[in-house]
């Protein structure tokens, strides 16, 4: 029998976590004070430096309300979810050259929740429409839904803005036409002759409208939480310290989940794209993670498998030393370079 190799790229590297304590440098108050919507919080705002132009305005101080007030729970929930998707969004936007803060737009499109729908379909962190994610190469099938991988889901946000922003050259405008699509803003750039969002604001569609002032808002909370009591818990069970597989052979989530002694539904919450109980194959590999714990118990279960099949299996390790990077492919020609190899 033709022998078929497993490769499985194993990422060594904890999971950086969410501080329940304030912010450094930030002097925590007592919860949220509607006179510091006059000085202090517009104060902090336009003293971040971030990629865009910042106006705050009625719509800047309605959502804060909405953070800091209205739903403090739920925006400590959003919040604890950073310390298990903020380190890919920072690898991904560096790797590409973009502004890191980029990296909270998901905050304000999913609430950091990888299986999020929208009412007209577009799901994932990013909240891709099906006909987009396709255009940047995202599977969707009856298996996977590539859309809420956080890696490759990511990646092709980062690309899409990228590309954006060579066709509008602002950032406030790319982040519009993220939004509501390019043909709309270049269509109100048109009528008005300007080229800044706070200029064409009124032309775009009312979401549209509100998207700026909505990410301002949570950019702030997301950088001076501490400040207004809030505490994100990142102590739950999915936001411990995991490993991330890069499997080209098809396996039984089910399968895995018993041998590694972990429930169906953690291993669902940590790998949200497989709509099955398996991982099909796929000659590209696919992103498997799993929580650290149980990397010996998934070795036995490889080592089961290869003999079950009769076939040889092969696990590399990466070495790597950055944070939650996903799986690097080696370099053409050279498909073990700087891999020290296992075969088992």
């Known amino acids: 029998m033709r022998s078929t190799a497993l490769t499985l790229i194993i990422l060594l590297s904890p999971i950086l976590a969410v501080s329940a304590a304030p912010p450094k440098n930030q002097i925590p ?3 949220f004070r509607p006179e510091q919507m006059s000085y202090e919080i517009p104060l ?5 430096p971030l990629s865009f132009t910042v106006e705050y305005n009625a719509e800047v101080r309605q959502q804060l309300t909405d953070y800091l007030r209205k739903g403090r729970r739920e925006t400590e929930r959003m919040l604890s979810r950073t310390a298990l998707y903020f380190p890919i969004f920072d690898h991904y936007l560096k790797k590409y050259g973009l502004p ?4 909270y737009i998901p905050l304000l499109e999913s609430r950091l929740r990888p299986t999020a729908e929208s009412s007209v379909g577009a799901v994932g962190l990013w909240q891709f429409m099906p006909a987009t994610a396709r255009h940047y190469q995202l599977q969707i099938d009856e298996y ?3 859309r809420m991988n956080p890696y490759l889901a990511t990646e092709a946000a980062v ?6 922003y060579q066709d509008f050259g602002d950032w406030s405008l790319v982040l519009a036409a993220y939004n509501c699509g390019p043909g709309r803003v270049r269509a109100a750039m048109r009528r008005t002759g300007c080229d800044n969002f706070w200029d064409i604001q009124h032309l775009l569609p009312r979401q549209t409208q509100r998207y700026l002032p909505a990410l301002i808002a949570t950019i702030y909370v997301a950088n001076h939480y501490g400040r207004h009591g809030l ?3 990142s102590k739950k069970s999915n936001y411990l310290p995991f490993q991330v597989f890069k499997v080209q052979h098809a396996l039984n989530l089910n399968d895995i989940a018993r041998h590694c002694k972990i429930s169906r539904e953690r291993l669902s919450r940590l790998n949200p794209g497989f709509l099955q109980d398996y991982i099909p194959y796929s000659s590209q590999g696919r992103y498997l993670i799993l929580p650290e714990e149980v990397l010996p118990d998934f070795q036995k279960y490889i080592i089961k498998e ?3 099949a009769k076939e040889r299996y092969a696990i590399a390790v990466l070495n790597s030393n950055a944070p939650l990077l996903p799986p690097q492919a080696p370099e053409e020609g050279n498909k073990n370079a700087g891999l020290p190899k296992a075969d088992i």
């Open 306 to 308: 290869s003999r079950r």
């Open 44 to 48: 902090r705002l336009l003293q971040m």
């Open 29 to 31: 108050e007592k919860g």
């Open 231 to 233: 505490q994100p818990n």
């Open 100 to 103: 890191n803060d980029l990296k």
């Open 159 to 164: 690309i899409m803005l990228s590309q954006l």
């Open 144 to 146: 996977v839904d590539e």
